[in-house]
């Protein structure tokens, strides 16, 4: 039972045009979202949050959106430049039994062209 | 700044052997993790330890052990591998108020 789902495996984008990410997810009981970035060879860094109480999340280049009546949110990188190539992970946060517990999303392999 | 420190980078083992991956961290977090990464499949928990002195199973703990010998490192074990273990394994870790995790370089391991 995948509660977090990214369903397109991979993204291509012109260098300087807008690139959306997509993550679904099912259990209304996450309150906490976030968005990893991964390169080859190493592990995932941390990009970009959002809290359930809000829709919008801006730093820089990167904005993540909440829509939390159709569980989905997406991350908008503009303008995307080369080094945004990389795949990116979407993570959902709940709490259970006094344990936050993340979720994390299959991933989308981003990959902007010059 | 080391941050999260795996070791080995790259290992690969016969069908029964066992071995320990490794995991430090310098950033005096409290709670660490362990995550198996599997192609179309994301990232999923092994284990964690909420704190020094406590571990827990996550998602798809069979065939693993950890042990969380002290504040900074968080080791885990397979006991008789299985092809089926052939993965990418990361460690994380984070400060028990926070959200971010900060994870290590992975451990790339083969199965045969």
């Known amino acids: 039972d995948q509660q977090v789902k990214q369903n397109s495996p991979s993204l291509s984008v012109q260098e300087g045009r807008i690139s959306i990410l997509n993550c679904d997810y099912t259990?209304?009981?996450?309150?906490?979202f976030l968005w990893y970035k991964k390169y080859p060879a190493e592990g995932p860094t941390f990009l970009i949050s959002?809290?359930?109480?809000?829709d919008k999340n801006e730093d820089g280049r990167f904005t993540v959106f909440l829509n939390k009546s159709a569980k989905h949110l997406s991350l908008h990188i503009v303008p995307s430049q080369p080094g945004d190539s990389a795949v990116y992970f979407c993570?959902?946060?709940?709490?259970?039994?006094?344990?936050?517990?993340?979720?994390f999303g299959t991933g989308t392999k981003l990959q902007v062209i010059p | 700044n080391a941050g999260v420190t795996q070791t080995p980078k790259f290992q690969v083992l016969k069908t029964g052997q066992s071995m320990t991956l490794q995991c430090a961290q310098d950033?005096?977090?409290?709670?660490m993790y362990w995550y198996r990464q599997d192609p179309g499949m994301g990232l999923r928990l092994i284990y964690y330890?909420?704190?020094?002195?406590?571990?827990d199973k996550g998602e798809v703990p069979n065939g693993y052990n950890v042990s969380r010998l002290n504040k900074r490192e968080f080791s885990l074990r397979l006991e008789s591998a299985a092809p089926s273990q052939t993965s990418v394994y990361f460690c994380?870790?984070?400060?028990?108020?926070?959200?971010?995790?900060?994870f290590g370089a992975g451990t790339r391991l083969s199965v045969l």
């Open positions: 959002i809290s359930s109480i809000k």
């Open positions: 950033m005096n977090h409290n709670s």
């Open positions: 259990n209304s009981m996450f309150d906490y």
């Open positions: 994380a870790s984070k400060l028990s108020n926070e959200n971010i995790q900060y």
């Open positions: 330890s909420a704190s020094e002195g406590t571990t």
């Open positions: 993570a959902a946060r709940s709490n259970s039994g006094g344990y936050q517990k993340v979720t």
